[in-house]
């Protein structure tokens, strides 16, 4: 569990790095921009489930 969270980060990371690139270069209101922001916004989601099983 401990390696699929740590990549799970990494992956988030990696999403929100491109998330600002496309934000600066598009526009933060883009398609674009707004596509991989809600894609982010799943991996986040993801990431705090994982937090609750690890705590029951």
């Known amino acids: 569990m401990e390696a699929a969270k740590e990549n799970l980060l990494m992956t988030i990371e990696s999403y929100r790095q491109e998330m600002i690139k496309l934000g600066v270069a ?3 209101n883009s398609p674009e921009t707004i596509k991989i922001s809600q894609m982010l916004d ?5 990431y705090q489930q994982m937090q609750v099983q690890l705590l029951h």
Not at 42 to 46: A, E, H, P, T, V
């Open 26 to 28: 598009s526009g933060f």
């Open 42 to 46: 799943q991996l986040i989601i993801k």
